[in-house]
């Protein structure tokens, strides 16, 4: 039903910026939280930032000095602005959603992930 597809990824030099969006679907309430994983080489999946329908936001603490989450609900969609990348931001980014159907029931959906690779 939800569906969630990520753009923007790309390579970069150490020092740059990318922005990531993720444009969802398939539902009609604001996700109660919007968010980005990431999953590097031999790594496994960790949270880079989610953002609430209230507003309430939340970093790891490796970007917090780095990164910007936003969310645009009248478009569905969620952005990942990533300044200052470090080689070590390489990874595939996975956008995640939880929120609840006009049934009522619950979904938690991810996108299909954007590589992003940070050159030194």
């Known amino acids: 039903q939800v569906q969630l597809v990520e753009s923007g990824g790309g390579l970069v030099q150490a020092g740059g910026s990318l922005r990531l969006s993720c444009a969802g679907s398939?539902?009609?309430?604001?996700?109660?939280?919007m968010g980005w994983y990431r999953q590097a080489p031999g790594k496994q999946r960790e949270l880079v930032a989610t953002?609430?329908?209230?507003?309430?936001?939340n970093f790891a603490d490796s970007v917090k000095d780095r990164f910007t989450i936003s969310r645009d609900d009248a478009k569905k969609t969620v952005y990942l602005q990533m300044n200052s990348l470090e080689p070590e931001d390489t990874a595939v980014y996975f956008c995640?959603?939880?929120?609840?159907?006009?049934?009522?029931?619950?979904?938690?959906?991810w996108g299909q992930g954007t590589q992003v690779t940070v050159t030194s």
């Open positions: 953002m609430t329908s209230g507003g309430s936001t």
């Open positions: 398939g539902y009609i309430f604001s996700p109660y939280i």
């Open positions: 995640n959603a939880n929120g609840k159907y006009l049934s009522g029931r619950n979904f938690d959906a």
